[in-house]
């Protein structure tokens, strides 16, 4: 699932993508990943393809919520939870700095 989704975002041009290793962390998913997109059509477009990529392997939808605005999308893929923001709304909210414990255990995929 993780691979899957990280390829999704890299064929729609996600950008500054960030994989967060939640094991252990959390019970609500197993990864999480934060990216972005340049305007709120490319976070919406991005979310939407995503969606239907996953939809194949889920065998349903996964869930999303924020479509509507564009400025921060989150697609629920179960073991993997992806946020999908415009570069200023993802600087205010700074997620992936709630995550990070000084392990190293965000890492930018390659």
């Known amino acids: 699932m993780l691979a899957l989704t990280l390829k999704s975002l890299d064929d729609d041009k996600a950008e500054d993508v960030v994989a967060i ?17 340049r305007s709120s059509r490319q976070v919406t477009a991005i979310a939407e393809k995503l969606s239907d990529r996953l939809k194949p392997v889920l065998g349903r939808a996964p869930r999303t919520e924020g479509k509507g605005q564009g400025d921060w999308v ?9 946020h999908i923001f415009r570069p200023e709304v993802r ?17 930018r995929p390659s």
Request: aromatic content about 6%; glycine content about 12%; hydrophobic content about 40%.
């Open 91 to 107: 600087e205010f909210y700074q997620l992936e700095a709630m995550w990070q414990d000084g392990t190293g255990d965000a890492q």
């Open 74 to 82: 989150l697609v629920d893929a179960g073991d993997v939870i992806v």
């Open 21 to 37: 290793d939640l094991r252990g962390k959390s019970s609500v998913a197993d990864h999480m990943i934060v990216c972005s997109g």
